[in-house]
Each structure stands twice: as C-alpha cells, then as structure tokens.
C-alpha cells in the first residue's frame, strides 16, 4: 500500500481497488445493505431482502458488486449464504481519505497547480 505522500507514485493496482470499493459504495441500497451488515455479524440473505426492500435479484446484483469490491464476503451454508463485512478492504480508500483529511493549510485554497517553471 502506498503512503500517498505523493499520489502520483500511487500503484495502479491500488488505484483500482480505491475505485472498486468506491463504486460498490456509490448506490443508495448497497449502502444500506452495508448499514445492514454492520448490525449483525453475519446474515442470510434473506434478510437483507427484507430489510432493504427490494426483489431477491437486484440484492443479488448489489451483492455481487459488493462481493467484487471485497467489502463483503459469503459462505455457503446450505441452504443459505451467510454474508459478513471484510473491513480490510476498507484499508486503501481509507488511506486516501487520511491523506486528503490530514492535507494541511499550505494546500487549501490557492487555487490551481502550477507546475515548477510554468507561468499563470
């Protein structure tokens, strides 16, 4: 994982999961299914359909991309699929966070980047 001491030296590997988990992040009902996740420590599926109100296969589709993120797994347990939060997927879009948050004063709002030897 990068530091982001400068961002531009980011890994393109990393990059990628910043916006994978920042998509699965991007939809009203997958938040709310997360929101769901976060009260139990795990669940059937079942009850995310009845808890966020939508037909079994667009919660399906919603954990799916959220399976692809890697913010939540599933275990089989026949008949049903246990889902949990794997918050180490978190690590990256919180690292990039940190570093927007910690950005000091010397970079608010002065407006564009000039580069070096460049002129407004």
Do not use: N
Request: neutral net charge.
């Amino acid at each position: 994982m990068s530091t982001l001491a400068d961002p531009s030296l980011m890994p393109a590997a990393e990059a990628d999961a910043i916006a994978a988990v920042a998509k699965a992040l991007a939809h009203p009902a997958r938040v709310r299914i997360i929101g769901f996740l976060l009260s139990r420590p795990g669940c059937i599926g079942g009850d995310i359909v009845g808890e966020v109100g939508l037909a079994q296969s667009t919660v399906s589709e919603h954990l799916r991309i959220l399976k692809a993120s890697g913010l939540v797994v599933g275990t089989i347990e026949h008949p049903r699929i246990c889902y949990a939060l794997d918050p180490a997927a978190l690590a990256p879009l919180q690292g990039l966070i940190g570093a927007i948050a910690s950005r000091g004063p010397e970079h608010g709002d002065a407006g564009c980047y000039t580069p070096a030897g460049m002129t407004k």
